[in-house]
T-cell receptor
């Protein structure tokens, strides 16, 4: 499968713990996005990278959240001191600059449950 | 700020019947709109975009700027069309998507 890969698929953690998710985009894609989806809602934009630069962050991304994309390849999303409200599906998507939003390829997501 | 509204959470139709999934948007600029679909246990994928004015799997959607709508239509629904459908609007230099809350379509035999 040469699509967007996300790891892990599921994560259960205790409130207050830190968690880290990984996204491997399609190799030639230079744009990478993180979205969050809660039950009954559509995905909500969190942050965007072009190559290794983080160019946009939603106000949904509190200071407990940090994302990186070293060397413009894979990306990690870390949540510190998790709260029950962080329980959601975290989606990664990638695209090639110039193609636009229709060029998005989504990963299968990481489902986080905070207990 | 942009907003996408899908007023129907659930929609059921019989096989062979026409189907229309509603989408309304609010955006101050020139909108770029999409429909995404998520079949059971599969990832989110693009169904169609208004710019291309194409028909995918028999579905079409027309942008109506006067009514700020982008409804998805299919004249004869099939059971394999059962899925969650999201309307989305692209904006900003990052081309991020603002999604509606989705409509779960069930096509009954």
């Amino acid at each position: 499968d040469t699509g967007v890969s996300q790891d892990p698929r599921h994560k259960i953690t205790k409130r207050g713990q830190n968690v880290t998710f990984r996204c491997d985009p399609i190799s030639e894609h230079n744009r990478l996005y993180w979205y969050r989806q809660t039950l009954g809602q559509g995905p909500e934009f969190l942050t965007y990278f072009q190559n290794e630069a983080q160019l946009e962050k939603s106000r949904l991304l509190s200071d407990r959240f940090s994302a990186e994309r070293p060397k413009g390849s894979f990306s990690t999303l870390e949540i510190q001191r998790t709260e029950q409200g962080d329980s959601a599906m975290y989606l990664c998507a990638s695209s090639f600059r110039g193609v636009g939003a229709d060029g998005y390829t989504f990963g299968s997501g990481t489902r986080l449950t905070v207990v | 700020a942009q907003r996408v509204t899908q007023p129907e959470k659930l929609l059921s139709v019989f096989k062979g019947a026409p189907v229309e999934l509603k989408c309304n948007y609010s955006y101050s600029g020139s909108p770029e709109l999409f429909w995404y679909v998520q079949y059971s246990r599969q990832r989110l994928q693009l169904l169609l975009r208004h710019i291309s004015r194409e028909s995918i799997k028999g579905f079409t959607a027309d942008l109506n700027k006067g009514e700020t709508s982008f409804h998805l239509k299919k004249p004869f629904a099939q059971e394999e069309d059962s899925a969650m459908y999201y309307c989305a609007l692209s904006s900003g230099s990052a081309r991020q998507l603002t999604f509606g809350s989705g409509t779960q379509l069930t096509v009954l035999p």
